[in-house]
């Protein structure tokens, strides 16, 4: 129902179809099986530090904006939801709209001492997040739950293209352990950031020229994700794309920064496709 990558109006094409409340992070509407989250550049005066961290996973900060934050209604969603057979709808902003992230299954929470609207520190919920931002629809590839072996095993850069973007593609059993969890996230948050600099090949997949410089693990490129705002988590092969600093800056900071990234997009597909043959 919603597109990954894609870019919504609030209103009109989140609560008016699906209903849920219209403000604040998390949404619940009574009529449908579904929580919709919100994050933004909004969050961060009131010290939330939303997004991926190095393990690739999503943190997330509660609701409640003033005083201690409880486990109750938003929050209580989210924790509950696999019980409760509910959905949780990621979004970020960007300018008037939300960008869909991807369908989140909820980890774990933890209670960090955070500002809240009046400046006073206080007791905030952070969910681990893992975030399923795989796009099924524009994929030839069939997302199956990994086996044990698959996704707790660490990916290096010895490992074949083929061997990274097996594991980048693992999904984790919403059975296994929290700690294997997270290993799991941190395996396909790792394995696609190998797989797009393997890919790579020493060579900026944006502007085609040798990486400058030597580091102990290779070439230098970084790796940037096409389809969203953060770089950082899984994704799908098409998605990522090995660059040089001056053009990940270009695709990030850049005034026509989209049409850069619909050019590398392009061109990744190119590249992709050709590797599938
Ligand atoms: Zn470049």
Do not use: W
């Not at 996973?57 to 409880?70: A, I, L, P, R, S």
């Not at 030597?214 to 994700?225: A, D, F, I």
């Amino acid at each position: 129902m919603f597109e990954i990558g894609k870019i919504y109006n609030r209103r009109s094409e989140i609560h008016n179809k699906y209903g849920g409340q219209e403000r604040g992070g998390i949404s619940t509407p009574a009529k449908f099986p579904y929580i919709f989250i919100f994050t933004g550049n909004s969050g961060e005066q009131y010290g939330y530090t939303d997004g991926y961290n190095k393990e690739g996973v999503f943190n997330y900060t509660g609701e409640g904006q003033k005083g201690d934050m409880k486990m109750a209604k938003g929050n209580l969603a989210i924790r509950d939801h696999q019980k409760n057979g509910k959905k949780i709808y990621l979004f970020e902003k960007v300018g008037s709209g939300y960008n869909f992230v991807g369908l989140c299954n909820y980890i774990d929470d933890r209670i960090e001492k955070l500002k809240d609207g009046n400046g006073e520190l206080r007791d905030a919920i952070v969910f681990r997040l893992d975030v399923n931002n795989i796009e099924k629809r524009r994929s030839s590839i069939n997302l199956v739950e990994a086996p044990k072996a698959v996704y707790i095993t660490k990916p290096s850069k010895s490992k074949s293209l083929q061997q990274l973007r097996e594991m980048a593609l693992s999904s984790t059993p919403t059975s296994a352990s929290t700690q294997e969890k997270i290993q799991s996230i941190q395996n396909r948050s790792t394995a696609i950031k190998l797989y797009a600099r393997k890919r790579a090949n020493g060579i900026c997949e944006g502007c085609n020229e040798t990486a400058s410089f030597e580091t102990k693990s290779g070439p230098y490129l970084e790796v940037h994700h096409l389809t969203r705002l953060a770089d950082g988590g899984a994704d799908l092969p098409q998605n990522v794309i090995g660059l040089c600093p001056t053009c990940h800056r270009k695709a990030h900071y850049s005034l026509k920064h989209l049409e850069f990234n619909n050019r590398l997009i392009n061109k990744v597909a190119a590249i992709e496709s050709k590797l599938i043959e």
